[in-house]
């Protein structure tokens, strides 16, 4: 879950020209305030509507790169992985974190 939530951070960090992007305000009205530091960490500040500050976190960018390529991927795991067929359709599970298009561990 944590690592799930870190991608999510570092994907809502940058816009599509991978540029940061320093400031935004979430679905609850906090303001999110980033930056990078010279080790390649994304700095998170959350403040609340009044402006008063909520939380700090820390990603390593690095770390989590590394930490995802270590995850393992077994192909063809998943019981209707690549079924395309409209008879089978109704069997393909609905749950589940890229269910039914992959399991991971």
């Known amino acids: 879950m944590g690592m799930r939530q870190n991608f999510h951070q570092?994907?809502?960090a940058f816009d599509d020209t991978g540029a940061l992007?320093?400031?935004s305000i979430d679905a609850q009205?906090?303001?999110i305030t980033r930056n990078m530091d010279q080790q390649g960490n994304l700095l998170l500040r959350s403040f609340d509507v009044t402006g008063?500050?909520?939380g700090d976190k820390v990603i390593n960018i690095n770390r989590s790169l590394a930490d995802l390529q270590n995850m393992q991927n077994v192909q063809g795991a998943n019981a209707s992985m690549g079924n395309l067929s409209p008879a089978m359709s109704g069997q393909v599970p609905v749950s589940g974190f890229a269910s039914p298009f992959?399991?991971?561990r």
Do not use: D, E, M, Y
């Open 102 to 104: 992959a399991t991971t």
């Open 52 to 54: 008063r500050a909520i």
């Open 21 to 23: 992007i320093k400031s």
């Open 10 to 12: 570092l994907g809502n």
């Open 29 to 31: 009205g906090n303001t």
